[in-house]
C-alpha cells in the first residue's frame, strides 16, 4: 500500500512560480511511476499534465517549458514558472505500480488533490 500526501496549491497570480509537492508514506519493493494530473474548471475527468517514468518525463503541451516534473526517491514534486490563468485546477498526485504512467488514466493510488486558482 502506498499514501500520497500533498501540499502547496492555492491562489496564485499570473506568472507566479508555485511548487506542489507529494509524498509517498509506505515504500513497496516493485517499482512505480509517478504524475500529475490535472481536473480543470467544469470537467469530471483528469488530464494528464507531467509524467516522470523509466522512459523519461512528459508534460502536455500547454506547461511545457514551464512546468517540471521532478521525483527524488518517494517525493514528486511540481515546479510551476509563469502561471496563467489557464493553469487554474485540481492537481492530483498520483502513482502506478509499473515502469510507465504517460498515457493511463487510471492509477493504484491517488493523492486528495490541491486547488490551484490563477487569477488574471
Known amino acids: 500500500q502506498v499514501t500520497l500526501v500533498q501540499s502547496g496549491g492555492g491562489s496564485e497570480q499570473s506568472g507566479g512560480s508555485p511548487t506542489l509537492s507529494c509524498a509517498a508514506s509506505?515504500?513497496?519493493?516493485?517499482?512505480?511511476?509517478m504524475s500529475w494530473l490535472r481536473q480543470g474548471p467544469g470537467k469530471d475527468q483528469r488530464d494528464e499534465v507531467a509524467?516522470?517514468?523509466?522512459?523519461g518525463t512528459f508534460y502536455r503541451a500547454s506547461v511545457k517549458g514551464r512546468f517540471t516534473i521532478s521525483r527524488v526517491n518517494n517525493t514528486l514534486s511540481l515546479q510551476m514558472n509563469g502561471l496563467k490563468p489557464e493553469d487554474t485546477g485540481k492537481y492530483y498526485c498520483?502513482?502506478?505500480?509499473?515502469?510507465?504512467?504517460?498515457?493511463?488514466?487510471?492509477?493504484?493510488?491517488w493523492g486528495p488533490g490541491v486547488q490551484v486558482t490563477v487569477s488574471s
Open positions: 498520483a502513482a502506478h505500480v509499473s515502469k510507465f504512467c504517460h498515457g493511463r488514466t487510471w492509477y493504484n493510488y
Open positions: 509506505v515504500h513497496t519493493w516493485n517499482p512505480y511511476c
Open positions: 509524467v516522470i517514468d523509466d522512459a
